[in-house]
């Protein structure tokens, strides 16, 4: 980290010098790819290369005479050790007095002023934003041009691995079927071609897989719909001769990944599009000056997020499977920290190993996070070599950790007590607990949001006077992002994220509520919940979540005197539930240690 910390300089350096060239005042650098992704290949780590810090989420923005990165609450204590030295200044999303990236560029932009960025990794809608900016000023946009590419030399290529076809066994509903569904909703839109560039979508909807994201098992592609056609816009190296008769038993038409932009700028003058602007990348828009654009939410989104009757089936195995690997885990954490040398990362490999036994494993679904004492208050910590700290017998160690399998997608993370807690860390532990356990049991009208809930896992902190800069839960997608919308759990709505959507049965949501206490520790908690129907009744349909995760919570780190009783009985119903799935399904001396960590308190 250091050792690229110290090139920052330079390529900050030859970045301005190529901005002076064009005469660009500012250039904007977001973690992107071409498709919107959360997570990104290597390819497109232009953010992590001009400046160093390598989270998942945030904007640089690189002036003539400045340097800045945005990030958000998850990543302030790593961001400022990976920012150190660089000559980057980290702006604190959502912080009293820190100005937004569009408050800082409206200051830092004077008249006539150039803006540039790649149109390419910049959304329609926040380009946009941009625009309207430089208009405000007087100036211009310069999109058509990736100078982190001009300055960085050895950039790893475009990812192009295999991809595979979902059988229907495990996706619940033949891609006919989807196809079928999204020509419905383009209709009802008035729609003539429907153009996706989000991979989740492409995926879910082809019911194709592949491996172009770590973690995320999608291919790069685009896709054009009509009424009677379907254009996949793909490299064909990734599709074998399997793949290319799949695609044509569909109606398929394969074409080559970089023609995207050409057939969109070929569609005839007021051709009906129905885009979603905060997905799509702002060089598509420029190409589709002449259509008529319908600007909606892709209609995949709410369809891949209401799991079907298999994928809730599947997802069940997948959750068992999951806990299998965690169980033998935590068994052999408990028995063996502080008789044999253990690390972050070795921990980190051992849990990755044991997920790799079962059946249909694919893939981690997220790089594991290991946090042991201190680096636990890190929300998003990522051991490195230089970070890698021992574990010793007494403290908390905070997991974070997924798998994929053919059956489904998983997120879970435990807080587990080592050895001898501090009562400082038991209170704390009981009182996420207390949040977790309030939102997991939740009772609801039909029509509630997450926004309408996420109060039930705040209320415990705020008593308190406490908080968590998290959403307390997010969708979790069916063998594609762990991460997904219109589902989720956040206190306000955030103009970024598309997670108000209506809570409907079959959707699959986590429950990570959590306290992190700089220099000290950290703790959270988090499961998967399965919305289904309850009773219906003169007052409505009322809703219920399913626990999915199968994993006991350590009650070592638990103070019982804490909990009320109604709090009591939904930890002792839980644990009895994984007792009951779980123990004939691990060896005798897990068994054994399973037994004692569900034990009623």
Partial sequence: MERNNSMIPERLARLRTEMEKRHIAAYVVPTADFHESEYVGEHFKARKYITGFSGSAGT?????????????????????????????????????????????????????????????????????????????KKGSLAVDEDLIGLIWEDRPPLSCRPAWVLPEKYSGRPAAEKLAAVRAAMAEAGAEVHLLSCLYDEAWLLNVRGGDIDSVPVVLSYLALTADKCFWFVQEAALDDEVKAYLSGLGVEVRPYESFYDYA??????????????????????????????????????????????????????????????????????????????????????????????????????????????????????????????????????????????????????????????????????????????????????????????????????????????GTGHGVGHILNVHEGPNGFRWRPSPDRSEGSVLEEGMVTTDEPGLYFEGKFGVRIESELLCRKGVKNEYGQFMYFENLTCVPIDLDAVDPAQLNETERRQLNEYHAMVWEVMAPQVSEEERSWLKNATRPI
């Avoid at 990976?82 to 007095?97: F, H, N, R, S």
């Fill in 265 to 470: 700028a070929a569609l005839p003058a007021g051709t009906k599009v129905l885009l979603d602007p905060k997905v799509c990348n702002t060089r598509l828009l420029s190409a589709l000056s002449g259509a008529a654009l319908i600007e909606k939410p892709n209609p995949t989104v709410r369809m891949r997020a209401i799991k079907n009757p298999v994928e809730q089936a599947n997802n069940r195995l997948a959750h068992q499977k999951d806990a299998r690997a965690m169980i033998s885990f935590l068994y052999w954490l408990k028995t063996n920290v502080g008789k044999i040398p253990m690390t972050e990362i070795s921990v980190s490999d051992y849990l990755a190993a044991r997920r790799a036994e079962q059946e249909g494993f694919l893939d981690l679904s997220f790089s594991t996070i290991a946090g042991y004492n201190a680096h636990g208050a890190v929300i998003h910590y990522s051991a490195t070599p230089e970070t890698d700290a021992p574990l010793e017998p007494h403290g908390l160690l905070l997991v974070d950790s997924g798998g994929h399998y053919r059956e489904g997608t998983t997120d879970i993370t435990r807080t587990i007590a080592l050895g001898p807690v501090s009562d400082e860390m038991k209170s704390v532990f009981t009182r996420v607990l207390r949040s977790h356990l309030q939102l997991a049991n939740a009772r609801f009208l039909y029509g509630c949001t997450g926004v309408n809930l996420d109060v039930l896992a705040r209320g415990p902190m705020w008593e308190a006077d406490l908080d968590y800069k998290h």
């Fill in 60 to 136: 640089a923005v690189i002036t003539m005479t400045e340097a800045g990165l945005w990030t958000d609450g998850r990543y302030f204590l790593q961001a400022e050790k990976q920012l150190a030295g660089t000559g980057v200044t980290l702006y604190k999303m959502g912080e009293e007095g820190v100005p937004t990236v569009m408050a800082y560029l409206r200051s830092a932009l004077g008249e006539g002023a150039v803006l540039g960025f790649d149109g390419r990794v910049i959304n329609a809608a926040l380009g946009r934003q941009f625009e309207a900016l430089v208009k405000e």
